[in-house]
């Protein structure tokens, strides 16, 4: 065989491993992402119009979260917000309004005591998928019936299931073990009793 075919065939099998090890190495990364983001991943997916491009923008938020310090709260802190949450959950059966506007506020407020950038609602959430990808979409539906109860267009029930999905990410940020929690019955009855049950799922 002359020596050009064995260079052909040689460069041919190179391409192909070439071409293996990438495949391995795309599904090894997609793997990765899909296993840490878990919804999210297929939320950013359909938002991004593939896989690529959401990879791209998860791999981008993942790398802007290491640029960022985010702190744990002091005790002192981490009690102060848990009294202020006790606060609003009581007043919810009084004013329901109220109560969800001091919820977006606490939350808010525990983001930027722990160091989290306060950019427009899509890049905080963004920021917030990296640390807490399976509560982020609480956080997405909570905002979505803040926005509509400021057009007056959310019901009673609508408030009460944002103040819970505002608390899904809230005992994230605050409790120690960073376990997503949120109790539909304490804000039913405006008050804590035991210990909080685990959140609903976000409707979509």
């Known amino acids: 065989m002359p020596t050009w075919a064995w260079i052909l065939i040689l460069v041919g099998a190179a391409l192909v491993l070439v071409l293996l090890v990438a495949g391995l190495m795309a599904r090894r990364r997609s793997g990765r ?4 983001f878990g919804p999210e ?3 950013t997916v359909e938002s991004s119009g593939g896989r690529r491009a959401a990879e791209a923008e998860l791999e981008g938020r993942e790398a802007k979260r ?4 985010i702190a744990r709260l002091s005790p002192e802190a981490r009690e102060r917000y848990l009294g202020e949450w006790g ?10 309004s109220r109560s969800l506007l001091d ?5 808010t ?13 899509e890049q905080r959430a963004a920021d917030i998928s990296v640390d807490h990808p399976q509560v982020v979409e609480h956080y997405r539906a909570a905002h979505r019936i803040y926005t509509a109860d400021e ?6 029930e609508e408030l009460r299931q944002a103040v819970v999905h505002y608390r899904a990410l809230f005992e994230e940020l605050v409790e120690k073990n960073g376990v997503a929690q949120a109790d539909e019955s304490e804000v039913r009855s405006g008050g804590r009793e035991g210990e909080a049950g685990t959140a609903t799922e976000p409707r979509r």
């Open 109 to 121: 407020e525990v983001m930027r005591e722990r160091g989290y950038p306060m950019d427009d609602f």
């Open 103 to 107: 919820a977006d506020r606490l939350v």
């Open 33 to 36: 992402l899909r296993d840490k």
């Open 41 to 43: 991943y297929d939320r």
């Open 151 to 156: 057009r007056g267009e959310a019901t009673t």
């Open 87 to 96: 606060d609003l959950q009581q007043g919810f059966v009084d004013q329901p």
């Open 66 to 69: 290491q640029r960022l310090r």
